[in-house]
């Protein structure tokens, strides 16, 4: 967590050293991100860093609390838009963030570029055990419509939710490594969820 004198600083300096950290965590894998090129970017002295982060994790993480916070946002909408069902919700989720061909919503840009930049299972990790002790998550989860499922067993929810993330996270991949248009990847991705829909909910709820 940034320290008290971090959110102390006046709301210029904040926005310069955090823009100079957008910029250098989307130009370079975290692993070669520098925290020399940060504090140069945003004219604030190295030995100031420490005063306010632990280490360029702890800034990176403030980063990615902002962008937590605006899609934990959409979802929460999209839940409360398709009545709880994670499906629909998955597919109003794809049309906020990738808005039309070419033009995907701009705080989610720097999410991709990350994303792209960090590729590998170290950094996969990082953001998942973040997530997974998130209590905005858990949240998230209690939006769902969990008891029109045909298994309500810990585990087959489990299995359905982990289906339902890779599933999204496929499209997300297919885009970023380009050659695949949204309009294509939202059609695989209708498809993929109707195929996990089939095999999740009760028969009278299809």
């Known amino acids: 967590m940034p320290t008290q004198t971090f959110f102390r600083l006046p709301a210029e300096k904040r ?22 090129r940060i504090v140069r970017a945003a004219h604030i002295p190295r030995g100031s860093f420490y005063q306010y982060f632990d280490g360029k994790q702890d800034l990176f993480f403030l980063l990615l609390g902002s962008l937590r ?5 959409l979802m929460t909408a999209g839940l409360a838009a ?22 995907i919503r701009p705080s989610m840009v720097r999410v991709m570029e990350i994303l792209r ?5 170290d950094m996969s990790q990082m953001l998942l055990d973040r997530l997974q002790s998130d209590p905005g998550l858990h949240e998230i989860a209690r939006s769902v419509a969990w008891d029109s499922f045909r ?40 498809s993929r969820l109707e195929i996990l829909r089939r095999g999740s909910l009760k028969e009278e709820m299809l």
């Open 69 to 73: 916070e605006e899609s934990f946002a």
């Open 151 to 190: 298994q309500t067993d810990a585990a087959f929810l489990h299995e359905a939710a982990a289906l339902l993330v890779s599933s999204f996270a496929l499209t997300v991949r297919n885009i970023l490594c380009g050659g695949a248009t949204f309009a294509s990847e939202r059609e695989r991705l209708c």
């Open 15 to 36: 926005g310069r050293l955090t823009e100079a950290a957008w910029r250098e965590f989307t130009s370079v894998p975290f692993a070669d991100a520098s925290i020399n």
């Open 117 to 121: 930049l960090n590729q590998n299972l």
């Open 82 to 103: 398709a009545d709880g069902d994670p499906f629909r919700a998955s597919l109003r989720f794809f049309d906020d963030v990738f808005q039309s061909e070419g033009h």
